[in-house]
């Protein structure tokens, strides 16, 4: 069978450590393993709010790829870019929406407004859209009327860990997230200092992706004396965040909002208790018997739900074993590439 060969364009730097950018990445290279024709397209690093330079690059590389060479287009990209400039494209395009970058958490709302605008007239323009999860394709159906048969979710890959290592001692409650404010890492911090009567450690892993959150999250972090308790690592290698996991005894996310999640499907793998939120794509992510899910914005209801899984060994036990369970089926990255590949070849 011959492979349609394909295009994807990515903006900034594909080696940056959040779900979206880890996604693509391995997709791309999962796409490159099946032996199929990709080029990569990189574009400017400002995008979503592209500089007129960035988004005149863009244009140009898009206007320049031939009609046989289908692209798969980055959301950061597809949700601002002009909608003129897909119009105007001999390829068919495929959009890749991790979730809709109007949904996106603290944003001006004239930039939200005008986000909501673009990324529905880009859709209107598009082959088919790729999405990670069914609360993303639920979403762009009744937000953005875009037909069902138009999406296909391709669920993240998800590597195989080595044995887990012995629990740490005290218990180690793991957190991976960018210190971005979606996150909630100030939540949790919160919670945590409500638990100080109870022996744990904890771990904050992610970039400093926002500096200025980052400060904030520092300032927090001394105000409420989680010194000796609480380590903001910011990032690690990839060695270091594999250890981490291999130690807890639970993962903890106080999310905001998520389109999918790739970190609970690694604590999943490595079968972790998770407490989180009940918000956006987690529930279709995280099952109830795996982990313990609270309203957002609720330190108080997450406090409750660390202080259940560390202090009842049976129900840490039960959540553990399912949450192994379900870490053991979860597909492969080339599992998620050959559902993207099965949508590049049926465009041509």
């Given at each position: 069978m011959t492979l349609q060969k394909a295009a994807f364009a990515i903006p900034g730097d594909i080696t940056t450590l959040t779900g979206g950018y880890i996604y693509e990445r391995r997709l791309l290279e999962g796409l490159q393993a099946q032996g199929r024709d990709m080029v990569h397209l990189r574009f400017g690093g400002s995008f979503p709010t592209p500089t007129g330079a960035d988004m005149a690059d863009a244009a140009a590389q898009l206007a320049a790829l031939p009609a046989d060479?289908?692209?798969?287009?980055?959301?950061?990209?597809?949700?601002?870019?002009?909608?003129?400039?897909?119009?105007?494209?001999?390829?068919?395009v495929v959009a890749m929406v991790h979730h809709p970058l109007a949904h996106e958490s603290g944003l001006d709302p004239a930039l939200r407004a005008h986000l909501l605008v673009t990324e529905r007239d880009n859709l209107a323009q598009v082959a088919h859209v790729l999405v990670p999860s069914p609360h993303t394709a639920a979403l762009l159906v009744s937000d953005y009327g875009v037909a069902r048969d138009r999406i296909t979710i391709a669920r993240p890959g998800t590597d195989r860990p080595a044995p887990k290592a012995a629990p740490s001692l005290p218990p180690l409650i793991l957190s991976v997230g960018i210190a971005h404010p979606r996150k909630g890492h100030d939540i949790l911090l919160h919670a945590l200092s409500k638990l100080l009567?109870?022996?744990?450690?904890?771990?904050?892993?992610g970039s400093r992706y926002d500096e200025g959150h980052a400060r904030d999250l520092d300032a927090l972090h001394a105000r409420l004396g989680l010194a000796d308790r609480v380590t903001l690592a910011g990032r690690v290698s990839a060695a270091v965040l594999a250890d981490h996991y291999s130690r807890a005894s639970l993962f903890a996310l106080a999310?905001?909002?998520?389109?999918?999640?790739?970190?609970?499907?690694?604590a999943l793998s490595y079968g972790l208790p998770i407490v989180t939120c009940h918000t956006g794509a987690v529930p279709d992510t995280v099952p109830p018997s795996a982990g313990l899910l609270?309203?957002?914005?609720?330190?108080?209801?997450?406090?409750?739900?660390?202080?259940?899984?560390?202090?009842?060994?049976?129900?840490?036990?039960?959540?553990?074993?399912?949450?192994a369970g379900?870490?053991?089926?979860?597909?492969?990255?080339?599992?998620?590439?050959?559902?993207?590949?099965?949508?590049?070849?049926g465009l041509l």
């Amino acid at each position: 069978m011959t492979l349609q060969k394909a295009a994807f364009a990515i903006p900034g730097d594909i080696t940056t450590l959040t779900g979206g950018y880890i996604y693509e990445r391995r997709l791309l290279e999962g796409l490159q393993a099946q032996g199929r024709d990709m080029v990569h397209l990189r574009f400017g690093g400002s995008f979503p709010t592209p500089t007129g330079a960035d988004m005149a690059d863009a244009a140009a590389q898009l206007a320049a790829l031939p009609a046989d060479r289908p692209l798969i287009l980055d959301g950061l990209v597809f949700g601002p870019i002009d909608t003129a400039i897909l119009a105007a494209m001999a390829a068919p395009v495929v959009a890749m929406v991790h979730h809709p970058l109007a949904h996106e958490s603290g944003l001006d709302p004239a930039l939200r407004a005008h986000l909501l605008v673009t990324e529905r007239d880009n859709l209107a323009q598009v082959a088919h859209v790729l999405v990670p999860s069914p609360h993303t394709a639920a979403l762009l159906v009744s937000d953005y009327g875009v037909a069902r048969d138009r999406i296909t979710i391709a669920r993240p890959g998800t590597d195989r860990p080595a044995p887990k290592a012995a629990p740490s001692l005290p218990p180690l409650i793991l957190s991976v997230g960018i210190a971005h404010p979606r996150k909630g890492h100030d939540i949790l911090l919160h919670a945590l200092s409500k638990l100080l009567h109870l022996d744990w450690q904890a771990v904050i892993i992610g970039s400093r992706y926002d500096e200025g959150h980052a400060r904030d999250l520092d300032a927090l972090h001394a105000r409420l004396g989680l010194a000796d308790r609480v380590t903001l690592a910011g990032r690690v290698s990839a060695a270091v965040l594999a250890d981490h996991y291999s130690r807890a005894s639970l993962f903890a996310l106080a999310t905001r909002y998520e389109g999918y999640g790739i970190v609970f499907d690694e604590a999943l793998s490595y079968g972790l208790p998770i407490v989180t939120c009940h918000t956006g794509a987690v529930p279709d992510t995280v099952p109830p018997s795996a982990g313990l899910l609270v309203p957002p914005e609720n330190p108080a209801a997450f406090a409750q739900a660390l202080e259940d899984l560390l202090t009842d060994p049976t129900l840490r036990a039960a959540k553990a074993q399912a949450s192994a369970g379900f870490g053991a089926a979860l597909p492969s990255w080339a599992d998620t590439a050959a559902r993207a590949g099965a949508v590049l070849d049926g465009l041509l």
